[in-house]
């Protein structure tokens, strides 16, 4: 039997705004899809705080025993610098601005997305597709769409109608807003507009002369709207209805809203069963933002290289401090919080690795098998990892006082506590253990050293074939010495 079989899943439903029982639609496997990276720019915290979200609750799903086909996409083209239907597509405008081709663009800020998750140790998604590869597919939509009458065309540019959607659907059941509403709150259309209300969206945009990314099309030369991608990845990946669809809150209205209207449309049913929101990033109680230098990169915490923080930060630590706020709340960076979290995390490692050399006895002061099912019932609420870390610090309480002989634990007991902890820890919430990487890095270190003050014996002897063959088996294991007038350093590559 799965674990999942065992376990009872609620998960905060975002379109009926309440917890649901989790039911797949095909028993003992997941459909889930999550809204990727814009590669304009290096990846920001926030929404690197999105993703790991969505790492957890994968992580959490295949610990659980589902098979997951999890999707998470790039785009690589069609957002446009004001995120609305006006201005210039965000890769094209940095391609521009830089003097390179928009691939180029595209390249270097994926490999940067990579490399930042690699390093907060994300697993990779089952699928990451980008919409620059899946233009024929958002090109048939549209003309699908098309064909049953929910868009229309306008000199070289396709537009979802969306007056003519809600009036056989509801447009706008995901953030709660009503049509009549939004009508009533936006301006009158320029007369040069070519849509027929303000809040219709673009399927397809014609290409100006002077666009880079271009793609031939039924109403010639453009390029696909940034909501018809994920329409198109996540059906074609997924089926016309899949389980879970998440992203930032920030995707709710309109991006999310449009995918509804848009599968709809094609479909005649609604495309997710569940849609899951993660909530905001803020630093220092205000919004993170370039403009008003409220805002830090991931590789700047790592580093330390920053005006804003007192020190570098692990990956795992600031790891640790973003599963220590639940997924739909919004957290806060400061200096104070990851110094808080440093602690905290230094002492759940300290402890697990003390777990192995518990004296071991013949009774157990704390229910193990109670504590695992309080940890499953944490995870089981909508994914509450504080409260799980609360259950992981109070599993510490107890190794602790083990530790010194004042409660004791049997044999069996401990195994099962050093399995689970070791689940939960590693497993869902994807946490690596730094202090192991950092105490072989220091063993290391110690090791190079004697054999370079080895070295530097046998040249003061003049025995230089041992010195050579130092330097040499050194050079083959991937150890570089470099000899300088302050000594003998080395690099490992």
């Known amino acids: 039997m799965n674990l999942y079989q065992e376990q009872s899943l609620k998960i905060y439903n975002s379109l009926s705004g309440k917890k649901e029982i989790f039911e797949p639609i095909n028993e003992g496997h997941i459909g889930m899809y999550v809204c990727g990276p814009t590669v304009y720019s290096n990846v920001h915290l926030g929404n690197c705080r999105t993703f790991m979200s969505f790492d957890m609750i994968f992580r959490y799903f295949k610990h659980l025993g589902y098979k997951v086909r999890y999707v998470r996409n790039i785009t690589d083209a069609g957002h446009l610098v004001d995120d609305a239907e006006d201005g210039e597509d965000k890769i094209a405008k940095k391609a521009r601005l830089e003097k390179l081709e928009p691939m180029e663009v595209v390249q270097r800020y994926t490999v940067d997305f990579h490399t930042i998750l690699e390093q907060f140790n994300f697993l990779p998604p089952s699928i990451e597709p980008t919409a620059t590869g899946h233009i024929i597919e958002q090109i048939e939509i549209i003309k699908d769409i098309l064909e049953k009458g929910f868009a229309y065309e306008t000199n070289g540019s396709v537009y979802f109608d969306v007056n003519k959607f809600n009036e056989t659907h509801e447009y706008g059941k995901l953030s709660g807003r009503k049509l009549e509403d939004m ?10 507009d070519d849509k027929h209300s303000p809040q219709d969206f673009a399927l397809w945009k014609k290409a100006e002369p002077q666009h880079i990314m271009r793609w031939p099309s039924p109403w010639g030369d453009g390029f696909p709207g940034w909501h018809l991608e994920c329409t198109a990845m996540s059906t074609k990946y997924l089926g016309e209805t899949f389980d879970i669809h998440g992203g930032g809150m ?33 630093m220092n109680g205000k919004k993170m933002a370039k403009s008003t230098g409220n805002n830090i990169l991931p590789g700047e915490i790592f580093t330390g290289e920053n005006d804003i923080l007192s020190k ?3 990956p795992a630590v600031v790891r640790f401090f973003m599963m220590q706020a639940h997924y739909t709340s919004i957290l806060d960076l400061s200096n104070e919080a990851l110094i808080a979290s440093e602690k905290g995390y230094n002492k759940l490692m300290e402890a697990i690795a003390t777990i192995e050399n518990l004296p071991e006895g013949n009774t157990t002061n704390f229910n193990i098998t109670d504590w695992q099912k309080n940890c499953y019932d944490a995870m089981n609420d909508d994914f509450n990892t504080p409260i ?15 530790k010194e002989a004042r409660e004791t634990i049997t044999a069996d007991d401990k195994k099962l506590l050093e399995k689970s902890i070791y689940a939960f820890v590693f497993d869902v919430l994807g946490l690596e253990n730094t202090q192991d990487a950092n105490a072989n890095s220091d063993k290391l270190s110690g090791v190079v050293s004697l054999l370079i003050e080895l070295r530097n014996e046998a040249r003061a002897n003049k025995d230089f074939a041992t010195s050579d063959k130092i330097r040499d088996q050194l050079t083959a294991l991937g150890i570089q010495l470099k000899d300088g007038k302050d000594g003998t350093s080395f690099s490992v590559s």
Request: aromatic share 8%; glycine share 2%; hydrophobic share 50%.
């Open 183 to 192: 009508i009533a709150n936006t301006r009158e259309l320029a007369a040069q």
């Open 250 to 282: 920030d995707l709710k209205f309109p991006h999310h809203e449009c995918e509804i209207a848009q599968a709809e449309a094609c479909n005649g049913q609604s495309p997710v069963n569940y849609w899951l929101h993660a909530n905001m990033l803020t």
């Open 312 to 314: 570098a930060f692990a």
């Open 388 to 402: 799980l870390i609360a259950q992981l610090f109070d599993a510490v309480k107890h190794i602790n006082l083990i």
